[in-house]
């Protein structure tokens, strides 16, 4: 996720997105794998990577589709 404010690695974290051909949006929860914090003068991007952790969550939001 990019972001110039990422969250410390294992932090849990709500997400909500969209997908595309959905009115929906989608929420669940996700946990911090890893983190970029900004680089000045750098080309690095930052953000940080999400695992989804709450899997009942998230297939309840994506059933009946």
Do not use: A
């Not at 794998?33 to 940080?48: A, C, F, L, T, Y």
């Not at 989804?52 to 009946?64: A, M, V, W």
Request: avoid cysteine; hydrophobic fraction near 40%; glycine fraction near 8%.
């Amino acid at each position: 996720i990019k972001t110039e404010k990422p969250h410390e690695v294992g932090s849990i974290i709500d997400l909500q997105f969209s997908v595309p051909n959905l009115r929906k949006k989608i929420k669940t929860k996700g946990k911090v794998m890893w983190s970029q914090s900004v680089v000045k003068e750098s080309d690095i991007i930052p953000g940080m990577g999400v695992q989804f952790i709450d899997f009942d969550l998230l297939e309840n939001d994506l059933s009946g589709l």
